[in-house]
C-alpha cells in the first residue's frame, strides 16, 4: 500500500508582492501548497480560516511589523513553525523573534540552497514527512511509542528487554533513526506484537 505524505502547507506574507510570487514559485517547484499575502493584518483572519504547518513572514512592513504580526500569530497558535524574512538584521528584532518562538532567520536577498536548508531544518524540528520514507519512519515511531505506553514500559524498561540502547529507541520513537529489521524484530518482541503491528494500519 502506497505511504501517503501529507502536504506541508506554508503561507508567505511579504508587503512585495514581487518577492511573494518568487518564493511561491520556488515552494510550489518543491511540492509546498503555497498561500501568500501581502497585507500583514490579514494574517489572523487566513490563520483563523485555514491550517498552516510554516509561516514565512517579513520583518519590516507597512501597517504592522513582522514582530507584531508574530505576537498575533503566537495569540492564535503556539505551536505552528514561524521563520522571520530579513533584509535589516538587528539584534533586538532577533532576540524579540526568538521570545516569540521564531524557528529560524532569512536574509533577503536570500540565497536559494540556504533557504531550502532552513526549511528543511523547520520540517525536521516539526516533525513534518516529505517523503514516503519519512512518513513511514514516522508511522513506525508513533507506534511503538504507543504501544511501549499501552503496556506502560519506560525506554529504560524497553532497553532492557531489547539489549538496544535508550538513545537508539528514543530516535526510532521520534523518527531520527532509521530502524534495521533486526531492531524491529528485538522491540516487537519485547512489546509482544508481531512485527508488522509496528507499522501502523498501513
Do not use: W
Not at 526568538?98 to 526549511?119: G, H, Q, S, T
Amino acid at each position: 500500500m502506497a505511504i501517503e505524505v501529507p502536504a506541508v502547507r506554508i503561507l508567505i506574507v511579504d508587503d512585495e508582492p514581487a518577492i511573494c510570487e518568487y518564493v511561491q514559485t520556488l515552494l510550489e517547484k518543491d511540492g509546498f501548497e503555497v498561500k501568500t499575502l501581502s497585507d500583514p493584518t490579514l494574517v489572523e483572519g487566513e490563520l483563523r480560516q485555514s491550517s498552516y504547518h510554516v509561516v514565512i513572514l517579513d520583518q519590516m512592513m507597512p501597517k504592522m511589523d513582522g514582530i507584531e504580526v508574530l505576537r498575533r500569530i503566537r495569540g492564535l497558535d503556539a505551536d505552528i513553525a514561524v521563520v522571520m524574512f530579513t533584509a535589516h538584521p538587528s539584534l533586538d528584532t532577533a532576540i524579540a523573534s526568538m521570545k516569540l518562538d521564531a524557528i529560524d532567520y532569512i536574509r533577503k536577498p536570500f540565497n536559494v540552497d540556504e533557504f531550502r536548508d532552513v526549511l528543511a531544518r523547520v520540517m525536521k524540528k516539526k516533525g513534518l514527512a516529505r517523503t514516503p520514507e519519512e512518513q513511514l519512519h514516522r508511522i513506525i515511531g508513533d507506534t511503538i511509542r504507543g504501544l511501549r505506553k499501552e503496556r506502560e514500559l519506560t525506554l529504560k524498561q524497553l532497553s532492557r528487554r531489547t539489549g538496544l540502547s535508550i538513545s537508539l529507541l528514543s530516535q526510532i520513537e521520534r523518527a531520527e533513526s532509521s530502524p534495521s529489521i533486526s531492531s524491529l524484530y528485538k522491540i516487537a518482541l519485547a512489546l509482544d506484537s508481531k512485527i508488522q503491528d509496528l507499522f501502523g494500519d498501513n
